[in-house]
């Protein structure tokens, strides 16, 4: 069993950046994957950034090159950094981990951009 546990959203101007942090209760070392995504209200739950157990790493295509997806693993914690964010980043973000076909979550954090 894994807990996930993010923090880092907030509000932020259009072209600002911001840091998310998904701190996991264990170690990722073994984790197959690690990876990030969002969900806006009435929409499905989208993949942003995914990192790979051998260090591949996915982005959608909505924020290639503009974020980027890392992990510390001495602090059991995968980031996002976002740049150049837009309105519509706007959305609660989600840390997802799999490990030998399990699928954990984190509660989610909301991320607003807007002037």
């Known amino acids: 069993q894994v807990q996930l546990v993010e923090s880092g959203g907030g509000l932020v101007q259009p072209g600002g950046s911001l840091r998310l942090s998904c701190a996991a209760s264990?170690?990722?070392?073994?984790?197959?994957?690690m990876g990030w995504y969002r969900q806006t209200p009435g929409k499905q739950r989208e993949m942003i950034a995914t990192?790979?157990?051998?260090?591949?790493?996915d982005y959608a295509d909505s924020v290639k090159g503009r974020f980027t997806i890392s992990r510390d693993n001495a602090k059991n914690t995968v980031y996002l950094q976002m740049n150049s964010l837009k309105a519509e980043d706007t959305a609660v973000y989600f840390c997802?981990?799999?490990?030998?076909?399990?699928?954990?979550w984190g509660q989610g954090t909301q991320v607003t951009v807007s002037s």
């Open positions: 997802r981990g799999t490990s030998f076909g399990n699928e954990y």
């Open positions: 990192r790979l157990w051998g260090g591949e790493t």
């Open positions: 264990r170690s990722i070392v073994s984790m197959t994957s």
